[in-house]
């Protein structure tokens, strides 16, 4: 199954980058990564996925090693809006439903 | 575009009761989930669906029950509260199986 590994928290201070890893050494060769993010009480949010290379979006950048055993989410530059908890996740199942670990709690100092 | 629309925002159950949380899309996805989460916890699968009219137990399914007649609702069914149930529960949707899934703003529910 894709199990995915993240530390529990880390954090970053305001205007730095942030880069948040993530192992999922077991994933498959058909799966997608996926990052979410969840602020206090509220639904998480998709942020970006990908499959093999790096991607982009407004939010962030996704860097998947080329082995696929690990990735790791930048945000450019941190804001404070940027604290949350921030899942990385492998699909599973036949309907390749994203199963949630614990995440990786952002702090981000002023 | 509304997205994921879930009702009540709130609401407080006594031990027996029964109650449907409401989950509405208006994207035209075919793929709808619901989730749990505990405090402090991650997300949990309780229910998804593929489909109209195809439905599947994800990973703690028991005292809960779902329907999907359309493409737009997927409502999830408490029959008998238990406090075991409090909780704050998410309902998603997505496209297909390579896309990301689009969240609701969540129902807290507590039971008493």
């Known amino acids: 199954d894709a199990k995915t590994t993240q530390p529990n928290s880390m954090e970053s201070n305001e205007e730095e980058p942030v880069h948040l890893p993530c192992n999922h050494s077991?994933?498959?060769?058909?799966?997608?990564i996926h990052w979410y993010r969840q602020l206090p009480s509220q639904g998480p949010e998709y942020v970006i996925h990908?499959?093999?290379s790096n991607v982009n979006n407004r939010m962030a950048s996704l860097a998947i090693a080329e082995d696929r055993k690990s990735s790791t989410l930048i945000l450019h530059r941190a804001t404070l809006r940027d604290a949350a908890v921030y899942y990385c996740?492998?699909?599973?199942?036949?309907?390749?439903?994203?199963?949630f670990g614990s995440g990786t709690q952002l702090t981000v100092l002023p | 575009n509304a997205g994921v629309t879930q009702t009540p925002k709130f609401r407080i159950l006594k031990i027996g009761q029964s109650m449907t949380l409401q989950c509405a899309q208006d994207?035209?996805?075919?793929?709808m989930y619901w989730y749990r989460q505990d405090p402090g916890m991650g997300l949990k699968l309780i229910y998804y669906?593929?489909?109209?009219?195809?439905?599947d137990k994800g990973e703690v399914p028991n005292g809960y029950n779902v329907s999907r007649s359309t493409t737009e609702y997927f409502p999830l069914r408490l029959e008998l509260a238990a406090p075991s149930q409090t909780s704050v529960y998410f309902c998603?949707?997505?496209?297909?199986?390579?896309?990301?899934?689009?969240f609701g703003s969540g129902t807290r529910l507590t039971v008493v």
């Open positions: 996740i492998g699909r599973l199942g036949s309907a390749r439903q994203l199963t």
């Open positions: 994207m035209n996805h075919n793929y």
């Open positions: 669906s593929v489909g109209a009219g195809i439905t």
């Open positions: 998603a949707s997505s496209p297909g199986t390579d896309y990301g899934y689009t």
């Open positions: 077991t994933i498959s060769g058909t799966d997608y």
């Open positions: 990908g499959l093999t």
